[in-house]
């Protein structure tokens, strides 16, 4: 893969020391080619290797030998996440002894599934990274601190450090969670970049604020976030970046990323929307009919693994509903980009005629100074519709809180939730139960 990469012109960024791959600033016609020869691959060697798609195309009187576009691809049917399920192990296209880490999704929309990485995967793992740091201004002259766990069966962890390795760059793998421990890192070591949730970020300002710290002038000067949205659909700011950036003058870059990919979508320093990395994924973009979404419509992210051996997946629906951006980017790349993540699918909420995503729900709760974490429950009522619960850990709430509350959420979105008050402490332990990789900020009920 090293053959695909070229040194960046220093008229894009003026840093001869990051990398883009070549096929990043070809043609969409070059592009669509390049992936139709790997496509043609992909069919060949799961129709050898998986039993869930030599079954699928059997089922479905799907000839691969007449599938050479990507148009044609269209005409297979897609794969859910039920499929993978029902079938997880079907998946496997390698023997035991080829198989090296495994892995497993986090479970927010059910159960996890376990998925199997080959030698040649964790180098695809960590090409992808490592073009996609390179992509948000990381070189091999920088020391990124890790803020999220690289155990627990967890692949994003695995992958920055494989990523930053192949890069060069310096590696601080802290963990989650433990602002004093992260801001004594930051003091002993001097790391330039942090890969972090964002909300954690607000923590890490809380404690220093505290601790009266000087946090603005320390050594991190940009923060790659994962796991939450930090920009609305016009690529501004939305309250979360806003009230990490008016605290902390960093430069905050988005990325995008599911176990089942592999791969990831990162910002560059334009930040306008994360970039498609054409080697490694197809991506289309579908409404609930599985046909494409016409240009500048939000559709499901269904995505087409490429040069992964253990459990390639082919026309898999993310779940995750966002717009394609195809015009070329200021950073010379002319692969599509995708906007922030609108929301999950299955996570879609119909409150009192209207339709919601929980990140609408977030940005209105950040945007309120004494909350300091909640939960938002959704669950069935009485006569068949959608009810949410916003549990929220507030310090000095006002005594009206409840009312200036569904004032913020009928100002914004024209409806307003059930609101429980609670303490920090027991929310944060709702978020964090035991073994949980991430912060739970949505519980599903329905």
């Not at 990490?244 to 990919?261: N, V």
């Not at 498609?276 to 609930?288: K, N, S």
């Not at 119909?350 to 929980?358: A, E, N």
């Not at 024209?414 to 139960?433: G, N």
Request: proline share 5%.
């Amino acid at each position: 893969m090293g053959s695909l990469l070229k040194q960046r012109a220093p008229n894009i960024y003026g840093n001869m020391n990051s990398f883009v791959p070549i096929i990043e600033t070809q043609s969409s016609k070059e592009i669509k080619k390049f992936q139709e020869q790997k496509m043609s691959e992909l069919l060949n060697y799961v129709n050898a290797h998986s039993l869930f798609y030599k079954t699928h195309f059997k089922k479905h009187g799907i000839d691969i030998n007449t599938i050479n576009t990507l148009e044609e691809l269209e005409t297979i049917p897609v794969t859910t996440k039920d499929d993978l399920h029902h079938y997880n192990t079907d998946f496997i296209c390698v023997s035991p002894d080829h198989i090296i880490d495994y892995v497993t999704t986090s479970g927010t929309l059910g159960d996890p599934l376990t998925f199997v990485l080959t030698d040649k995967d964790l180098e695809r793992l960590a090409y992808n990274e490592f073009i996609s740091l390179a992509c948000a201004g990381g070189t091999k002259h920088d020391i990124y601190q890790l803020m999220t766990t690289i155990d627990r069966r967890f692949m994003a962890g695995i992958a920055y450090f494989l990523g930053l390795k192949k890069m060069g760059a310096g590696v601080v793998r802290v963990g989650n969670g433990m602002p004093e421990f992260q801001w004594d890192t930051v003091k002993r070591l001097k790391p330039t970049i942090a890969i972090a949730v964002p909300s954690f970020l607000i923590k890490l300002i809380e404690f220093a604020e505290q601790h009266n710290m000087d946090y603005k002038n320390c050594s991190i000067k940009k923060v790659v976030c994962i796991g939450e949205p930090i920009r609305n659909d016009d690529f501004t700011y939305n309250t979360l970046g806003k009230r990490i950036t008016d605290k902390w003058p960093l430069e905050l870059y988005s990325t995008y990323a599911s176990t089942e990919m592999g791969a990831a979508f990162t910002e560059c320093e334009a930040g306008k929307g994360g970039h498609h990395h054409p080697e490694l994924l197809i991506a289309e973009f579908l409404d609930d009919n599985n046909l494409p979404v016409k240009e500048g419509e939000a559709g499901e992210l269904t995505v087409t693994t490429l040069n992964v051996e253990g459990m390639p997946l082919i026309r898999f629906k993310t779940g995750d509903i966002c717009k394609a951006h195809y015009e070329p980017c200021s950073c010379g790349r002319s692969t599509l980009r995708i906007s922030p993540i609108l929301g999950r699918k299955q996570q879609m909420i119909k409150f009192k005629g209207t339709s919601l995503y929980p990140p609408a729900l977030y940005d209105v709760l950040n945007t309120i100074p004494y909350i300091k974490n909640y939960i938002v429950e959704v669950f069935t009522n009485d006569i068949g519709t959608d009810e949410i619960v916003i549990h929220i850990g507030a310090v000095n709430p006002p005594e009206n809180f409840d009312k200036d509350l569904k004032d913020h959420f009928r100002a914004k979105l024209r409806v307003a939730p059930t609101i429980i008050l609670s303490t920090p402490e027991s929310i944060a332990k709702k978020q964090l139960p035991e073994m949980s990789r991430k912060p739970i900020t949505f519980i599903d009920n329905r």
